[in-house]
């Protein structure tokens, strides 16, 4: 799977690439959530009652993305 980053840039390529990589899809960025930052970070799925299609992972994604981005930022001052 390609960097988030590079999914995000898609969206710039056509209106289909931007409808799926901007719509919180499913597939899409539960995969990418699960790879980038493995399953150990979202609780089992009985404990987890809107993850699915009603789950954001887009939005998911950006936020752990950030919290990453600001703990490594803060190690390196």
């Keep these: 799977m390609v960097p988030g980053t590079t999914i995000a840039a898609m ?3 056509c209106g289909s690439l931007r409808r799926l ?3 919180g ?3 899409l960025w539960a995969t990418k959530f ?3 930052f493995g399953d150990g970070e ?3 799925l009985s404990l987890h009652p809107f ?3 009603n789950w954001n992972w887009k939005e998911r994604f ?3 993305a950030r919290d990453r981005k600001r703990r490594r930022d803060e190690i390196v001052k």
């Design 25 to 27: 899809d499913y597939q």
């Design 62 to 64: 950006i936020d752990r």
């Design 51 to 53: 993850e699915g299609p």
């Design 21 to 23: 990589s901007s719509s």
């Design 11 to 13: 969206e710039c390529v």
């Design 42 to 44: 979202v609780p089992p």
């Design 34 to 36: 699960r790879e980038e």
